[in-house]
């Protein structure tokens, strides 16, 4: 099933070029609760959807949304979001970045179905942020700066209790990477999809540049292994049964990559690319549903896992 979203540009986002095609950045990110419920990101139109969906009727009811924009009147343009269940409130708990320097942070309730602001956090510097996971009770966020000017490129880490921040170690992560998003493999190894900056502008010059799947030791960064790619853009990746899902645009298409980690031999293993709707940002797995966005439709896609093996 496709959701298609028809919000209007008020702000005026700029489209981001990616080989000669234009795209408003649009649905960023998606997640699931359950088979029944997902949760929406939508960029230019600074919003939250939490949607019910019935897969077997191909139908969907938005229960409820929420503008990103703060107390001073400020808009925040939803990025990347991750939520994990707290048992204690009984609800889950949504950790919401907009490639800036703010992580905002809700309670969403699925018995009433509201998203409920709790907390806007300001981070330790200016990086701006694009990918994020939750492991052991941490948040863990990626810097995905676009200038070469910009040397902070330390993966933050933020203790989900006491909210202490901490930057990590770079080792052997470049001042040229864009650490789009981050998967861990085990308390170990770190995996990391990255573009390499290059001084353009979003708005202005083709984005698709070059990048890198990069798998790390960790806490202390030392590279083990890297794919490296021409002409390809990377934004999210999902793990699901020890394999993991990269969102990409190339110069002809959008494309889902496919592969896994051989940790005997320390080696990322590609597998295969599905060819998807274009300019793919945010995805998601649920048991046996997949789910990706799309910028160039602005829209939400959910399939079954099985058309990806």
Not at 11 to 21: D, Y
Not at 119 to 130: A, E, Q
Not at 162 to 186: C, E, V
Request: hydrophobic content about 40%.
């Amino acid at each position: 099933m496709k959701i298609i979203f028809n919000e209007e540009n008020e702000n005026k986002l700029e489209q981001i070029f990616l080989h000669n095609k234009g795209r408003i950045p649009s649905v960023t990110d998606v997640k699931f609760i359950n088979h029944n419920l997902i949760i929406i990101a939508h960029r230019y139109a600074y919003k939250l959807y939490l949607i019910s969906i019935d897969i077997d009727k191909n139908s969907y009811e938005i229960l409820d949304t929420y503008k990103t924009i703060d107390e001073k009147k400020k808009i925040h343009f939803c990025e990347s979001f991750e939520i994990i269940y707290n048992q204690s409130k009984d609800m889950y708990q949504l950790y919401m970045i907009f490639f800036t320097n703010i992580l905002w942070i809700f309670d969403v309730n699925i018995k009433d179905f509201k998203f409920i602001s709790k907390k806007i956090i300001t981070l330790n510097n200016n990086n701006t942020y694009h990918g994020m996971k939750i492991y052991n009770d941490k948040l863990y966020l990626s810097p995905s700066n676009i200038f070469t000017s910009n040397k902070l490129n330390n993966v933050l880490e933020i203790n989900l209790n006491t909210y202490n921040q901490k930057y990590l170690n770079s080792g052997d992560i470049k001042d040229n990477y864009r650490l789009k998003d981050i998967l861990f493999i085990n308390s170990d190894y770190i995996f990391i999809i990255i573009n390499y900056k290059t001084n353009i502008k979003l708005a202005k010059d083709n984005q698709i540049t070059s990048g890198a799947f990069a798998l790390f030791s960790f806490p202390n960064f030392k590279l083990v292994d890297k794919i490296e790619f021409n002409h390809v853009h990377f934004d999210k990746i999902v793990s699901k049964n020890n394999y993991f899902y990269i969102t990409g645009q190339d110069e002809i298409c959008g494309k889902i990559y496919k592969g896994t980690i051989d940790l005997i031999n320390k080696k990322i293993i590609l597998l295969k690319n599905f060819i998807v709707d274009d300019f793919p940002h945010g995805l998601d797995i649920y048991n046996d549903l997949f789910a990706y966005t799309s910028y160039d439709t602005n829209s939400v896609t959910i399939e079954d896992l099985s058309k990806f093996t």
